[in-house]
């Protein structure tokens, strides 16, 4: 998005739908999921003309042997015969894809990218599925048709002509299936480089080295089980009704059976109150909801580290009389670090710790003694927790406290990161990582027989700043909508367009085609949903969930237009093209990806037997060498660790922003100008504040604000003229949509623990507007 400002100063053109009528705002009062639900997504169907397909397809999906994984969020799938878990939002992501919508040759013959570039992207992605593939005319500033050969031979041709393979870099997004990536970091790293920026920097980054550093694994190392089995879940900075939805039916079960179920949020959102579980039939036909907690918790924005130094310390001070309180057994075998841990703990005041949080000490208490008095605990985090400067530390403290009371590696207890997109760790899993482990680097060099690069490669700020400078030229984006999501719109907006050629393999328009190099394609791949068929017959390819388990997921729709290839034989399109000479089968891989699968289960650490152990009626878990308390790290143990308190308390006048996303969307994907569990409708301009920061600025409801960040260089960014909302939320603290807000986000404010942007704390001064 070039962000040109209309008069007002607003930024232009806009993300969501021009919406009809006046912006509302109303607590809302119903619980989560239910006919609420069940209404936005038959509306959305119909808008989708998916209707009749629709059911029919949201019943294969997700199912036992067969059918195809949602390709919304990463939740693991239902353990028990019942596989048809579904969600609303994963219905509309499905019927998304299944848009009877098209955009072909006449669509971009009659639209000039300069005028499709004052349109929302909102409006671009409604036009449907893309067809064909495209390449950028700058004579008549149009897409034109270019046949695959032609697209693929443009592709390997400036890849070959590079001075170095390191001036190219190649992103994913976390919807790419486990073959598909690891052909893709095949190509790049026979090509020469780890240039392997992903969406999972941006996302759980912290989170993969946190766990690593602690527990020498980067995933969590629970499974759907031990969430039934737990006594007390902690939920930390997700807005689970949101955006994994499914976790609702694990919280409700959790309450049901009378586990403890805390909530720590500055917001109080719609998953920490009550839910009607979707797929029941009886609770939706009574309306029958049940609560989803016991506990909530509402530190300031980044207050979480303090919060569990809190619940740690209060443990610590309780074992002096009551020695039941800490697993002193498992610390002795299987930690190290614990007596540096129990003196920083002691050694941080009390007042320290509230200043931070904003939590009163009996309130942290109480949190204390229900995880003291749980049997088993599981504590699960999203991006409120990684997306900070301190997002390592804080996860790292999350394990501190687990460690505390032995909480792994048995049944019921053990970190549990939400992920993003529904295959964003298998691509971790499959080699998309821009600093690979040397193990990984020899296996894949021995048994691909290619010289991969040692060195690191580039990260989505690192690739960003490269193509700003002019050092990465060629710009690959498997999937996603890079120039919107990443950070500083405007800067990364130039940083694409500073490059020779931007490849963008994508299923709908978006942003991310009309902000690019020199040189532009557009290459429409098929869909999950859709059939895959190669020489060998149809298809499937794997993915991995949040909690480790591996499956097949096999399309069973018609492609939306007979010229889409899927990613693998893309990829494996580009690859010959770069590489005319590569003694890697990329047509054999193609034919069948049972061959890409025998390759990968030599490279890759738990994928021995691959082809077998896929086709099992649930798939497989990888394993977790942490869940059996064998810890990868320098000790051999599991490391407490000793992180300072950060100060996040904001400077005077000053307010701390965290971006997330409304109930209606995915990531870039607006579905709607509503948040419905917010209250909000037809509205996505806003920034929530707290009642008391609005009245001290002069604010009421819906009053039109200047949004000014300040970055850790200085500089300052500006949003104007959005709306203030009066929320749930602690003084201090502000809140507003993403990828809106990315305006706000500079390059370089990315966290120094985990190099992963700072996306929930930005520093603001809101002012009414000018
Ligand atoms: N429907 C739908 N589902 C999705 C997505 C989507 O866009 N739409 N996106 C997918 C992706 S890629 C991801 S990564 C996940 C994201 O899932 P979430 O992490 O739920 O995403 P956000 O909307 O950014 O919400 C962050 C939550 O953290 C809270 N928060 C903000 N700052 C703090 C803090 O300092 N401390 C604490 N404790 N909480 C804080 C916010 O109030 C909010 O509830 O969802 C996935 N699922
Ligand atoms: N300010 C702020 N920014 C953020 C975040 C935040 O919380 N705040 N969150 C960050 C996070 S967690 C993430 S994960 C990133 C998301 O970043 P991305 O993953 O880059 O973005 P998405 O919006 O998920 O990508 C949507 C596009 O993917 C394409 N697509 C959809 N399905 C397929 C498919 O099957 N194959 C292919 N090839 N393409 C497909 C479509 O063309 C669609 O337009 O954003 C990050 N940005
Ligand atoms: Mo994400």
């Known amino acids: 998005m070039s962000a040109s400002r209309d008069e007002a100063g607003r930024l232009e053109p806009r993300v969501g739908p021009v919406p009809e009528g006046e912006p509302e705002s109303h607590p809302y009062h119903h619980p989560a999921a239910g006919w609420g639900a069940a209404k936005s997504v038959s509306r959305f169907m119909v808008r989708e003309g998916a209707l009749a397909d629709g059911p029919r397809a949201i019943l294969r999906m997700n199912h036992e042997n067969g059918g195809f994984d949602c390709p919304g969020c990463a939740w693991p799938d239902d353990t028990k015969g019942l596989h048809l878990d579904i969600c609303e939002n994963g219905i509309k992501h499905v019927t998304w894809e299944m848009t009877r919508k098209r ?26 599925r893309l067809t064909e593939p495209m ?76 766990l690593q550093a602690s527990l020498g694994t980067g995933k969590g190392t629970v499974d759907l089980k031990d969430w039934e089995a737990t006594d007390a879940l902690f939920i930390l900075g997700v807005n689970a009704a949101s955006n994994a939805p499914r976790m609702l039916t694990a919280l409700a079960a959790a309450y049901r059976r009378g586990a403890q179920v805390v909530h720590i949020n500055p917001l109080v959102e719609a998953a920490a109150t009550r839910t009607i579980i979707p797929h ?33 310390k209060a443990i610590l001070e309780q074992a002096t009389s009551d020695p039941q309180a800490l697993d002193r057994e498992f610390i002795d075998r299987h930690t190290t670090g614990f007596e540096e841990y129990r003196a920083l703990c002691e050694a941080t005041p009390w007042r320290e710790i509230e200043k931070q949080t904003e939590i009163s000490r009996p309130d942290i208490l109480k949190a204390a003694r229900i995880y003291r008095e749980a049997d088993r605990s599981i504590v699960s985090w999203c991006l409120g927790i990684s997306q900070h400067e301190h997002g390592v530390d804080t996860v790292r403290e999350i394990v501190n406290l687990l460690l505390l009371r032995g909480n792994l590696g048995r049944e019921g207890a053990g970190p549990s990161p939400v992920r993003g997109h529904s295959n964003v760790q298998g691509n971790r899993t499959c080699g998309i990582d821009h600093r690979p482990g040397p193990e990984f680097l020899d296996r894949l060099a021995e048994v691909c027989g ?19 400078r002019g050092e990465v030229k060629v710009f690959v984006g498997m999937g996603g909508n890079f120039a919107l999501a990443a950070p500083d719109t405007p800067y990364t907006c130039e940083a694409l367009r500073n490059c020779d050629l931007t490849v963008q393999v994508s299923t709908k328009l978006n942003r991310s085609h009309l902000v690019h190099g020199r040189r532009a394609l557009i290459l429409p791949c098929l869909g999950r949903t859709e059939k895959d068929h190669q020489r060998t017959g149809v298809q499937s390819t794997s993915v991995e969930d949040s909690m480790s388990m591996v499956h097949l997921s096999v399309g069973m729709r018609r492609p939306a237009s007979p010229h889409l290839l899927s990613e693998p034989a893309i990829i494996a399109g580009m690859a010959r093209a770069a590489l005319p000479d590569s003694a890697t089968p990329w047509e054999r891989y193609i034919e069948d990806y049972d061959r890409i699968r025998d390759t990968m289960a030599q490279v890759l650490d738990g994928f021995e037997d691959f082809n077998r152990r896929v086709r099992l009626p649930l798939g497989f878990r990888i394993k977790q060498p942490a869940r059996e308390l064998v810890f990868r790290t320098p000790s051999g143990r599991a490391e407490f660790s000793t992180a300072p ?35 909000i409708r037809r509205l996505r301009t806003l920034v929530f504040m707290n009642q008391d920061d609005m009245r001290e600025r002069g604010l009421s409801t819906f009053d039109p604000v200047d949004i000014t960040s300040t970055a850790k260089d200085g500089t300052r960014r500006h949003l104007n003229g959005y709306l203030a909302v009066p929320h749930d939320i602690p003084r201090g603290c502000a809140a507003g949509y993403m990828p809106e807000m990315n305006v706000l986000c500079a390059i370089g404010d990315y966290s120094t623990q985990s190099d992963q942007p700072i996306m929930k704390h930005v520093k603001v001064t809101i002012h009414p507007a000018a």
């Open 645 to 679: 308190l950060p100060d996040v308390v904001p400077a005077p006048g000053t307010l701390t922003l965290g971006t997330l996303r409304s109930h209606d969307q995915w990531n870039t994907t607006i579905y709607s100008d509503n948040d419905r569990y917010r209250g």
């Open 280 to 312: 029941d039939v009886r609770s939706m036909a009574t309306c029958h909801s049940t609560p989803t907690s016991t506990l909530n918790l509402q530190p300031r924005i980044g207050g979480d580290l303090a919060l569990l130094r809190g619940m740690a």
């Open 450 to 468: 290619i010289e991969p690069p040692r060195e690191h490669g580039l990260d989505t700020v690192g690739t960003i700043q490269a193509m700003h």
């Open 103 to 128: 955009v072909g040759r006449e669509f971009f013959a009659a639209h000039s990218v300069t005028e499709l570039s004052g349109w929302s992207d909102y409006a671009l992605e409604n036009q449907g």
């Open 135 to 210: 390449v950028y005319d700058p004579g008549t500033d149009h897409y034109a048709p270019i046949s695959w050969k032609d697209a693929f031979a443009l592709v390997g041709r400036t890849l070959r002509e590079l001075d170095s393979p390191h001036q190219a870099s190649f992103y994913t997004s976390g919807r790419l299936g486990n073959e598909a990536t690891f052909l893709y970091q095949l190509m790049a790293r026979e090509l020469g480089t780890n240039n392997l920026p992903d969406c999972s920097n941006m996302c759980h980054e912290a989170s993969g080295r946190a």
